[in-house]
């Protein structure tokens, strides 16, 4: 079951957004790996904005993601990649549907 989610926030710099595609798109085999990630989206909101929706069975595992390869590698480019530092929000999941 799903009880709490992250949603990043991100506004690539400009020239940087086919960068910032290929850098979601990498992310998808590295959170594979992660049993708690229940799921896991790669958004592109605009023209220059991207966002990452992902959702955990509890806190451990949130916790557990934002410790993990995807959230080191997203803050060691962010410097390059992004106009600002993203922006992560806590969320709790009040309902649900996932294939079975």
Known sequence: MVNVALFVR??????????????LRGG???VQQEPATIAWFGLRIGPSTFGI??????DAGRQAHLSGQVAAALFAKAPELFSQAPVI???DVLASKLPQ
Not at 17 to 22: A, Y
Request: proline fraction near 12%; aromatic fraction near 12%; glycine fraction near 4%.
């Open 28 to 30: 998808l085999p590295i």
């Open 89 to 91: 929000e806590k969320i």
């Open 53 to 58: 929706f992902d959702a955990f069975p509890d």
């Open 10 to 23: 991100m506004e690539a710099k400009p020239g940087k957004e086919k960068e910032v595609e290929d850098f």
